[in-house]
């Protein structure tokens, strides 16, 4: 894959993304995502697909 070894990711107030882009599932290595200012569709889109059951923590964080 582009990111064999990216075990972390972080997106920030991408708030014209709702849905999960295609290739996550691409992504193995990916341990750890974090959410910040993030939409609610997307919020919760990414907690119950397939492409992401491998992720082991996401954490949901608002802009404070």
């Known amino acids: 894959g582009t990111m ?3 075990n972390y990711m972080e997106l920030t107030g991408l708030r ?4 999960v882009p295609a290739g996550f599932q691409n992504l193995t290595s990916l341990q750890q995502m974090v959410l910040k200012d993030m939409p609610v569709e997307f919020r919760t889109m990414v907690q119950g697909q397939d492409c992401t059951k491998h992720i082991r923590l996401i954490l949901h964080r608002l802009r404070q």
């Open 4 to 6: 064999p070894i990216l």
């Open 16 to 19: 014209s993304m709702l849905i």
